[in-house]
DNA sequence: ATGTAAACCTGTGCGC
DNA sequence: TGCGCACAGGTTTACA
């Protein structure tokens, strides 16, 4: 479910209003991607310093130590002073004095992991390899042109494997490539310098914009609040295929990359 | 080194 | 109504 901007929504969603808080207790439910990493009392008693986020991972600094937080696939964070009794897919509860912050994630693929600062071998492990943020400024043309020509992958799987630039799932990249006219088949070296930089304009503008209405709610994604986004409204390719293109009507194609579904138009996209 | 496929787990929707 | 299958927003791991 979560891409960048659903990640960065829920992120906004709580980070105010946790930031300063005192953890109170913890609990885990199921076993989610990876273990946690430690003991519960190394985050209880521990204040949230903030929460800040790298590509798809939430990073909620402690005054001492940190907890990176994964959606996975299904997942989803509330923030409420008040939530109900934990369900049967309600696998973390972080209770703080000013709320309590929970982890609903049917598929359990998402993960809360703790780890003893940036430094830390698992933290370098999950965030080391990721690359340039793409929103904020420091997403640079240049480098994302020569990181896009330098590999023979096909463009959208490029993309998906967040090594050039992260964030970009399976949604966005079928959406960014479709308003850059790149084929997902195109191999990412083959790509003019001009056509990747208007690749990398695309890929801002699809994520500023799914930012700006919330993010997507497809199946059951929703912020911190509960609130849910409406980017899906503004889908142009994902999930349409034999529908017709909002630009010249030609039926949206779909096709298989990776085991993962891309969508495009055959007219639009060359 | 790179690229491809399977794996993790649960729910949902569809054809029969 | 039930059963089996395909598919789902992500990422790591093993293997060609």
């Known amino acids: 479910m ?11 969603g709580f980070a105010q209003a946790i930031a300063g808080a005192q953890v109170l207790s913890m609990r885990m439910g199921k076993p989610l991607r990876w273990p946690l990493g430690c003991e519960l009392h ?14 798809k991972y939430l990073l909620l600094d402690l ?26 897919h309600d696998h973390w509860d972080l209770v703080t004095s000013c709320g309590t912050l929970r982890l609903h994630d049917p598929r359990r693929f998402g993960a809360v992991v703790y780890a003893a600062g940036e430094g830390d071998p698992v933290a370098v492990k999950l965030l080391g390899g990721l690359g340039m943020e ?3 400024g420091a997403f640079a043309v240049d480098t994302f042109v020569q990181g896009v020509r330098s590999s023979r992958l096909p ?5 998906l494997a967040g090594r050039v630039v992260v964030g970009v799932g399976n949604i966005y990249a079928s959406e960014a490539l479709f308003l850059a006219g790149i084929r997902p088949t195109t ?16 890929i801002c503008e699809v994520l500023e914009r799914a930012v700006q209405m919330g993010g997507s709610s497809l199946k059951d994604f929703s912020s911190a609040d509960g609130s849910s986004g409406h980017f899906q409204t503004a889908v142009q390719v994902y999930g349409r295929a034999q529908a017709p293109c909002y630009v010249c009507t030609t039926p949206i194609k779909m096709l298989r990359q990776g085991q993962r579904s891309s969508f495009y138009c055959p007219v639009c996209q060359r």
């Open 155 to 159: 463009i959208k799987q490029l993309l």
């Open 187 to 202: 191999r990412s070296s083959a790509l003019t310098i001009v056509r990747v930089k208007r690749l990398h304009q695309s």
């Open 42 to 55: 190394a985050v209880v008693g521990r204040y949230v310093v903030q929460v800040r986020r790298r590509g």
């Open 2 to 12: 979560p891409e960048l901007p659903e990640v960065e929504v829920t992120r906004r």
């Open 63 to 88: 005054d001492r130590g940190m907890l990176l937080v994964h959606l996975g696939m299904s997942g989803s964070l509330r923030f409420a002073s008040h939530l109900p009794e934990a369900g049967k």
């Open 134 to 136: 793409p929103l904020g």
